[in-house]
T-cell receptor, first 117, second 116 residues
Framework: GAGVSQSPSNKVTEKGKDVELRCDPISGHTALYWYRQSLGQGLEFLIYFQGNSAPDKSGLPSDRFSAERTGGSVSTLTIQRTQQEDSAVYLC???????????????FGPGTRLTVL | AQSVTQLGSHVSVSEGALVLLRCNYSSSVPPYLFWYVQYPNQGLQLLLKYTSAATLVKGINGFEAEFKKSETSFHLTKPSAHMSDAAEYFCAVTRNYGGSQGNLIFGKGTKLSVKP
């Protein structure tokens, strides 16, 4: 079946502009995660959605970052007033996470490479 | 709080040689541990995971890892390296999220090079 998809694959923007990154999880997966991968910081957790629960936003680096998940499926990560330090690969993952299973595999999308000039 | 430490940001082996990538974890609760691989310009792919069922875990592409509680380690091994194994490898632990799986906490990664 289809895996996690992300769009766009590459995004180049100017400092100060807003950007939206999209993630389509695997159908039926209730949990969705956003991570950021950068040279200096490695792989960092950003935000986590689980079913209808309030999202865990503890990894968002600033209030310029926000995310939503509509209808329990597609998610959009929005970065407002982008800065050069936002340049990174943004990865989305989803998992079945059914009945609080601790060992469900997280399946990753190919990522969106964001470059802020 | 959970964390993982990967020793060696870069490991180089000859084709056919043993691959050993080191990972140590810290966790106040029984951990769930994962190894992911990332090929250039691609997303992360699960190699194997430890879920407390068996301490020796076999994964894809001939990789395996052994959970050693006494050493708080989860090292990744492969008996014979292949050129196609060249990639970056990440060890990860799941954050305990009130009994449910939370986000993954990753190590810094180890880039594996395989020489012909």
């Amino acid at each position: 079946g289809a895996g996690v998809s992300q769009s766009p694959s590459n995004k180049v923007t100017e400092k100060g502009k807003d950007v939206e990154l999209r993630c389509d999880p695997i159908s039926g997966h209730t949990a969705l995660y956003w991570y950021r991968q950068s040279l200096g910081q490695g792989l960092e957790f950003l935000i986590y959605f689980q079913g209808n629960s309030a999202p865990d936003k503890s990894g968002l680096p600033s209030d310029r970052f926000s995310a939503e998940r509509t209808g329990g499926s597609v998610s959009t990560l929005t970065i407002q007033r982008t800065q050069q330090e936002d340049s990174a690969v943004y990865l989305c993952a989803s998992s079945l996470a059914w009945r609080g299973e601790n060992t469900d595999t997280q399946y990753f999308g190919p990522g969106t490479r964001l470059t802020v000039l | 709080a959970q964390s993982v430490t990967q020793l060696g940001s870069h490991v180089s082996v000859s084709e056919g040689a043993l691959v050993l990538l080191r990972c140590n974890y810290s966790s106040s609760v029984p951990p769930y541990l994962f190894w992911y691989v990332q090929y250039p310009n691609q997303g992360l792919q699960l190699l194997l995971k430890y879920t407390s069922a068996a301490t020796l875990v076999k994964g894809i592409n001939g990789f395996e890892a052994e959970f050693k509680k006494s050493e708080t380690s989860f090292h990744l091994t492969k008996p014979s390296a292949h050129m196609s194994d060249a990639a970056e490898y990440f060890c990860a632990v799941t954050r305990n999220y009130g009994g449910s799986q939370g986000n993954l906490i990753f190590g810094k990664g180890t880039k594996l090079s395989v020489k012909p």
